[in-house]
């Protein structure tokens, strides 16, 4: 058997849709670019067995990729895909505010942007983070 048939079925991840109000009203948003993936998205990771739940996994990916502690927000609709190893995946995501910390660019992510919603929706590559934000800036309203 390949290594397929060793992978686990499914993979759970969590991230989050961090924002702050703007000084002249509206809000903004983080996304960062993934260099080993060429593309701009989410923060976002894969469980791991110390993280205990999803929002701390959630949490501690932020924290990774963003240099940012953050506070959780509302849990947000889920995303499910097939990876790059042909499993299935499913991205549970919070927004979340910032209570402190700062980027510096990482093996995960070299650059990071708060960006209005419409830049945000512009710049992710993929269409399922555009639908978490759009639900994000709903329950931000």
């Known amino acids: 058997m390949g290594e397929a048939a060793h992978l686990p079925p499914e993979v759970l991840a969590a991230g989050g849709v961090v ?6 009203g509206g809000v903004e948003i983080v996304v960062i670019h993934r260099p080993h993936r060429h593309d ?3 923060p976002k990771g894969k469980l791991e ?8 996994c959630a949490l501690r990916e932020v924290a990774e990729e963003t240099g940012l502690d953050c506070a959780l927000g ?3 609709p889920a995303t499910r895909y097939e990876d790059h190893k042909g499993r299935s995946k499913e991205v549970r995501f919070w927004t ?3 209570l402190g910390g700062s980027f510096a660019p990482n093996d995960e992510a070299d650059e990071l942007r708060w960006v209005s919603p419409t830049e945000a929706l512009a710049q992710l590559s993929y269409a399922s983070e555009r639908e978490v934000v759009l639900a994000a800036l709903e ?3």
């Open 19 to 24: 924002w702050r109000a703007r000084a002249g």
């Open 40 to 42: 701009w998205s989410l």
């Open 49 to 56: 067995p110390d993280d205990g739940s999803l929002a701390a």
């Open 74 to 76: 509302e849990e947000l």
């Open 96 to 98: 979340m505010t910032v």
């Open 139 to 141: 329950g931000l309203a």
